[in-house]
């Protein structure tokens, strides 16, 4: 049995303002540093990327960092969570898993958001990428569903997770294989045959897609990209919805 | 919601009956792992009803902590069922939830959040009407004698006020019916125990259901209705603090101090006394006798001899801590004298 929709909505609406503040009590400094920190990357690209393709390893690596980012932040606080025991607290508490997960991973998203549009504007303003300002609402509903479609990875390195250190760490190493295998520095095409299937199984590369083809005015890329994005949404919702090791066996 | 089960246990003549909040019926709990399997509750019924406080004893590993989880679905049982207000905890967790809170036996609330703002989202979680949530927090503060740190974050706290702000937490649920305390006053003074045993003692008129842990025997004296008593697993013993008290073979002890610097007189007495009186447990310096009846004029009479002899000695009825120790196999070195 589930509490209504509403009642969810509510209870998530919580967690986050709670999560929230806690989160930014603790890293005030830290979060406004990842706020500008990629505005540096712009330094970057202008000398090392051809001019054609500036603005899509710009997205793309705007996207990682949301990835990486959320992947890291929720694996680590489930973590945290479940060194300090108050994982079992939010287990006795009347919700699903989902408003914790949600509501977790929901806090830093604000913050991954502030950062792409402040990035953009930079981009667009002081290096002159060629991006349109009409495709920004595009891109961000993009980088949300790349948020989401990246949440079960956090969720279920956490819930495995024996204690910080090593969470922390799988979320490393995963982070680095995404890194690696999403084609946002080359096409999927650039992949040796083998891996061409395997990398539509990451999220992240449909993400990149998406985002490239938002930038491009593809519409049916984009289209299908996002759709792919939220089978992955919703995939996760599920599984984490049925709780893998909300309870323990 | 009635469980709709008998009513046993407390029932008596000058307390009406109340329904059962929490039953646990052949409950058991098997840990697998690669490194081995582990019973940590081997069948274990309980219950306990509205208003009703049950203190649950045992050693350390004894099952206690094993046994709390399962009940507040934090752990899915190996076998057996628990219903909380008659809704099964493992089948329906959201509603069960609903009317249960938690004290975990080690947990830090969050460090960068108020103590204040600790209560105030629980509450809201737990199903606290948002438009009314100011003043029950303030209540709630000034209840747990919380409201002079209400704005204080939780890492500039002591340990002990840190155990308190979880207690308001687990009491910031406004449909409570069952409240589990898995050792809620380790680390905590002995005058905030007091306290807290007081707002404990306080939820009966709530007719709130509680089962706490703990390893203080006098918590168990002073709050409980029931205690049970947990080993290996297993209850041994269940029953009002009367009862278990009564499970041993002697209702009083003889407590004699001083045992290094006796002179040869009070040597002498005590040999004897020995001999009709089995040696309960001798520690340091203290020893304690059993004695049948506390209350006898032999009894007293052999009271009266010690302090003649300025031997330091006291006599009464045996404590809730004599019939645990003997339940749980410390006492099995009693046996043997
Ligand atoms: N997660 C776990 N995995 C494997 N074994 C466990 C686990 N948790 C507890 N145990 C084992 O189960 C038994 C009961 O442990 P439990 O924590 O329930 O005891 P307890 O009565 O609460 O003890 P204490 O008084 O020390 O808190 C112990 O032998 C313990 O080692
Ligand atoms: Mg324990």
Same mark, same amino acid.
């Given at each position: ?18 999560? $929230? ?9 830290i ?9 540096? #990357?712009? $330094? ?7 001019p ?34 108050e994982f ?36 667009? =303003? ?5 991006i ?9 509903? +993009? ?5 989401? @479609? ?7 390195? +956490?819930?495995? =997770?024996? @204690? ?10 995963i ?5 690696? $295998? ?13 891996l061409?299937?395997?990398a539509?199984?990451? *999220?992240?590369?449909? =993400? ?5 083809? /938002? ?5 049916r ?5 996002? /759709? ?7 995939i ?5 919805a049925?709780?893998?090791?909300w309870?323990?066996? | ?16 009956? %109340? ?13 697998r ?13 309980? &219950? ?10 045992g050693?350390?590993?004894a099952?206690?902590?094993t ?53 105030r ?21 000034t209840r ?9 974050l939780?890492?500039?706290l ?8 979880? /207690?308001?937490?687990? #009491?910031?649920? *406004?449909?409570?019916?069952?409240? #589990?305390?898995? %050792? ?6 002995? &005058? ?13 008129? %709530?007719? /709130? ?42 209702? +009083? ?15 002498? #007495?005590?040999?004897?006394? &020995? ?11 203290t ?17 009266a ?33």
């Open positions: 049995m589930s509490p209504g929709v509403g009642r969810s909505v509510a209870q998530f609406a919580v967690v986050f303002r709670m999560l $929230f503040k806690e989160t930014t009590r603790e890293l005030a400094i979060l406004g540093f990842t706020i500008v920190f990629p505005v540096g #990357l712009l $330094f970057f690209l202008n000398h090392l990327v051809a054609d393709l500036r603005s899509q390893v710009l997205v793309g690596t705007i996207m990682l960092e949301m990835a990486l980012l959320n992947i890291n932040a929720l694996a680590q606080s489930i973590g945290q969570d479940k060194q300090t025991r079992d607290l939010w287990v006795s508490l009347p919700i699903s898993p989902v408003v914790y997960v949600l509501g977790t991973a929901a806090v830093l998203l604000p913050f991954s958001i502030v950062s792409a549009l402040i990035t953009l504007a930079v981009a667009v =303003g002081a290096f002159g990428l060629a349109a300002w009409t495709t920004v609402p595009l891109l961000l509903l +993009g980088l949300v569903l790349v948020w989401g @479609s990246t949440m079960g990875i956090g969720y279920l390195i +956490g819930v495995f =997770g024996t @204690s910080p250190r090593q969470i922390s760490a799988n979320a490393q190493i982070g680095l294989i995404l890194t690696l $295998f999403t084609p946002v520095f080359y096409p999927v095409s650039a992949l040796p045959a083998l061409q299937p395997v539509y199984l990451w *999220p992240l590369t449909w =993400g990149a897609q998406t985002l490239v083809a /938002i930038l491009d005015g593809a519409t890329t984009a289209l299908v990209g996002g /759709i792919a994005l939220a089978v992955y949404v919703t996760w919702l599920v599984v984490i049925r709780g893998p090791r309870r323990e066996a | 919601m009635a469980s709709g089960g008998p009513l046993r246990g407390t029932a008596t003549a000058d307390r009406p009956a %109340e329904e059962t909040v929490l039953r646990v019926d052949g409950l058991s709990k098997t840990y792992s690669r490194r081995g399997d582990r019973t940590a509750n081997a069948g274990i019924d309980l &219950e306990v009803r509205a208003g009703e406080i049950l203190a649950l004893l050693p350390n590993g099952g206690k902590t046994l709390l989880r399962q009940i507040a679905g934090q752990l899915l049982p190996s076998a057996g069922r628990i219903t909380i207000g008659g809704i099964d905890i493992v089948r329906h967790p959201i509603p069960a939830k609903e009317i249960l809170s938690v004290i975990p036996q080690e947990c830090e609330p969050k460090a960068n959040l108020t103590v204040e703002e600790h209560v989202y629980f509450a809201l979680l737990k199903g606290a009407d948002p438009a009314g949530i100011r003043p029950y927090v303030d209540a709630l503060l747990t004698g919380l409201a002079a740190e209400r704005n204080r939780v890492r500039e002591s340990g002990g006020l840190r155990r308190r702000v979880l /207690i308001a937490v687990a #009491l910031a649920a *406004p449909n409570l019916r069952l409240l #589990l305390l898995d %050792e809620p006053t380790t680390g905590v003074d002995p &005058e905030a125990r007091r306290a807290v045993w007081q707002l404990v003692d306080a939820l009966r008129a %709530e007719r /709130i259901a509680v089962l706490l842990t703990t390893h203080y025997i006098e918590e168990a004296e002073y709050l409980a209705d029931r205690v049970a008593v947990i080993d290996h697993g297993r209850i041994v013993a269940e029953g009002s603090v009367d009862a278990i008290r009564q499970r041993l073979d002697h209702a +009083g002890r003889l407590e004699v101090r001083g045992l290094d610097h006796l002179t040869p007189a009070g040597r002498a #007495l005590l040999d004897e006394l &020995e001999r009709r009186y089995p040696v309960g447990f001798r520690a340091g310096n020893e304690r006798l059993r004695v049948a009846d506390p209350f006898s004029p032999a009894a007293s009479a052999d009271l001899r010690l302090a003649a002899l300025g031997i330091v000695a006291s006599l009464g009825p045996v404590s809730l801590e004599d019939a645990y120790l003997a339940l749980v196999g410390n006492g099995r070195s009693e046996e043997g004298g």
